[in-house]
């Protein structure tokens, strides 16, 4: 990782994945990142990826302690 724990809000991931050309809900990225914690449960690092109220979502490099 490049950027551990630093927030990126909706409209930040809207543009970097999607650029800023295409009409697209904000709620589409709660979507997705929903999508990649199922995809990383299985290898228990769903926990990798935290919502931070009101802000976005921060990548963590950290382990929650729940799944130790």
Do not use: N
Not at 27 to 55: F, N, Q, W, Y
């Amino acid at each position: 990782m490049t950027h551990p724990e630093r927030v990126h809000s909706r409209a930040q991931l809207l543009d970097r994945v999607w650029g800023d050309h295409v009409f697209i809900e904000e709620r589409t990225v709660d979507v997705h990142v929903k999508r990649l914690r199922e995809a990383l449960a299985p290898v228990a690092c769903s926990t990798m990826i935290e919502t931070v109220r009101g802000a976005g979502y921060r990548l963590t490099q950290q382990m929650a302690a729940a799944a130790a």
